[in-house]
């Protein structure tokens, strides 16, 4: 058996799951950018709009 195969065979091998909120605290030391314009995407390149709503500086490579 390889280590793929044995990875997947751990995958139900834990005894529980905690899901929960993020304090503000949290979110704020996560975020590292500013949408500073509503726009989406250029309506001829279909590209993201820097600094806007799917800008990849902000939010990462498409």
């Known amino acids: 058996m390889n ?3 044995n990875a ?3 995958v139900n091998d ?3 799951v905690k899901i929960g909120l993020a304090s503000p605290h949290d979110i704020r030391r996560w ?3 500013e ?3 509503p726009e989406t995407i250029n ?3 279909y ?3 820097r600094d806007g709503l799917f800008c990849e500086r902000i939010f990462g490579p498409e």
Do not use: Q
Request: glycine letters at 10%; aromatic letters at 20%.
């Open 3 to 5: 280590v793929t195969e």
């Open 43 to 45: 309506y001829r390149t």
């Open 47 to 49: 590209r993201p709009e």
């Open 14 to 16: 834990f005894g529980s």
């Open 8 to 10: 997947f065979d751990r």
């Open 35 to 37: 949408v500073k314009k």
């Open 31 to 33: 975020s590292f950018g």
